[in-house]
């Protein structure tokens, strides 16, 4: 049997905050990095890219305490971040991602539009330094400190680069930080 489920919907329990250009090289021209959020709690801290067809991309950091998968992330995303809208279908024995909106960007697509059947978000996983398109779904991904997962709608080219992701968390493990004091305080 095959579900639909469309969420979004949220409680925002972290900043966002913007990380435009100064993110580095592009795919192309016209793409960048054009947001960034961080949300969850925890010791551990994984990255997740999302690369529209129009250059917009977007990253979102998760910090969590393990045990979560990439489409574990997702769901966080959508619970957490009213910006973030999540479609999905559930077969039972997986989900299939069909949509992601993030602020005015959003791409819808199950790979079914011949002869183009591209129209679909493409995952993708930086483990040893490059890009590797999944070989395993979302829900099979276990993510771990300091993974970095990808998705691409409508290309099979990897996400767009940005500097390496050290640097990233880095400044994202500070702005968390900053967060974490506020919070307390």
Known sequence: MCSVRVRHRGV??????????????????????????SVGSGTSSSLVQFDFT????YLIELLHNGGVTGFDALLAFDAWLPEFTLVYKDFGFGELVAGIGILGDFEYGMGDQWPVVENYWHYWLQDSGSWEFAQVGASSRTLFDGSFDGWVFGSPQAPQVIPAPAGIFLGFGSLASLLRRRRNS
């Open 12 to 37: 925002f329990v972290a900043a966002a905050s913007a990380l435009l250009a100064s993110l580095g090289a592009n795919r192309d021209a016209s793409a960048e990095i054009v947001a960034s959020f």
């Open 54 to 57: 129009n250059g917009n991309g």
